[in-house]
């Protein structure tokens, strides 16, 4: 291979990593992103009124602005736009996820994940895609859970704890070993025999909360039912 073909390998290389590093494994960690991106518009927004309103303000009372007036206002414009716009999103770490907000972990955990993915090997990426689809199942559940219940420690410790650390320490062994057979099993089949545990893990409690909110639904129902059907039969003409 000559240089330049080793070259155009190792772009080529960067270039995929950098699209793995983006692409979402989960429709929450998308919503995250977005809902950020509108909180730093909003301000933007705002501190752009604030100038504008300030510059109407003393073009009435003081002095008309003029050319050079205008000028300044379209810099300070333009500093407001790249201030405001230069906070990015916060990239969780793996410490901050056990402490996240519950509403809020699924689409922590999809990001840290997603930040993780193009150094684990293909199958394990796989892995990692089938758990954005569990972690969005779970999600929803989580909006109304309360924090201090055992089922919340449990997904908390699951999602938070043990997937986060099984794949943090698989990133800690060398590169150069992670096919190596250690007690019978390489750390890459290792890893993609744990994912494949708490991918599992993760969709049947996402399943064992939906399936506690389908038992109060359905047990709504039987209570409107014998209330409406009892007061249909008391109204009943009597003969």
């Given at each position: 291979?000559?240089?330049?073909?080793?070259v155009?390998?190792?772009?080529?290389?960067?270039?995929?990593?950098?699209?793995?590093?983006?692409?979402?494994?989960?429709?929450?960690?998308?919503?995250?992103?977005?809902?950020?991106?509108?909180?730093?518009?909003?301000?933007?927004?705002?501190?752009?009124?604030?100038?504008?309103?300030?510059?109407?303000?003393?073009?009435?009372?003081?002095?008309?602005?003029?050319?050079?007036?205008?000028?300044?206002?379209?810099?300070?414009?333009?500093?407001?736009?790249?201030?405001?716009?230069?906070?990015?999103?916060?990239?969780?770490?793996?410490?901050?996820?056990?402490?996240?907000?519950?509403?809020?972990?699924?689409?922590?955990?999809?990001?840290?994940?997603?930040?993780?993915?193009?150094?684990?090997?293909?199958?394990?990426?796989?892995?990692?895609?089938?758990?954005?689809?569990?972690?969005?199942?779970?999600?929803p559940?989580?909006?109304?859970?309360?924090?201090?219940?055992?089922?919340?420690a449990?997904?908390?410790?699951?999602?938070?704890e043990?997937?986060?650390?099984?794949?943090a320490?698989?990133?800690?062994?060398?590169?150069?070993?992670?096919?190596?057979?250690?007690?019978?099993?390489?750390?890459?089949?290792?890893?993609?025999?744990?994912?494949?545990?708490?991918?599992?893990?993760?969709?049947?409690?996402?399943?064992?909360?939906?399936?506690?909110?389908?038992?109060?639904?359905?047990?709504?129902?039987?209570?409107?039912?014998?209330?409406?059907?009892?007061?249909?039969?008391?109204?009943?003409?009597?003969?």
């Amino acid at each position: 291979m000559s240089e330049v073909d080793k070259v155009s390998a190792l772009g080529n290389a960067a270039i995929e990593r950098s699209r793995e590093r983006r692409r979402p494994i989960g429709t929450k960690s998308v919503a995250l992103r977005r809902q950020h991106l509108y909180k730093k518009l909003g301000r933007m927004l705002v501190a752009a009124g604030v100038v504008l309103l300030g510059a109407a303000v003393f073009g009435l009372l003081i002095q008309p602005l003029g050319f050079i007036g205008l000028l300044a206002l379209t810099v300070l414009l333009i500093g407001v736009a790249v201030l405001f716009g230069r906070s990015p999103f916060p990239e969780p770490r793996q410490a901050d996820l056990p402490k996240a907000d519950l509403k809020h972990l699924a689409g922590r955990t999809e990001i840290w994940l997603e930040a993780q993915r193009p150094a684990l090997p293909a199958p394990a990426r796989t892995l990692v895609d089938g758990i954005g689809v569990q972690l969005d199942l779970l999600a929803p559940q989580l909006q109304t859970l309360d924090a201090t219940s055992p089922a919340a420690a449990n997904i908390r410790k699951l999602v938070g704890e043990d997937l986060p650390e099984l794949v943090a320490g698989y990133q800690r062994i060398p590169a150069g070993l992670r096919t190596e057979a250690h007690a019978g099993r390489t750390p890459d089949e290792t890893l993609v025999g744990g994912l494949k545990m708490l991918e599992s893990e993760i969709g049947n409690a996402a399943r064992s909360l939906a399936a506690g909110e389908l038992d109060k639904l359905a047990t709504r129902e039987r209570y409107l039912q014998l209330k409406y059907q009892g007061i249909d039969g008391d109204d009943s003409p009597v003969s």
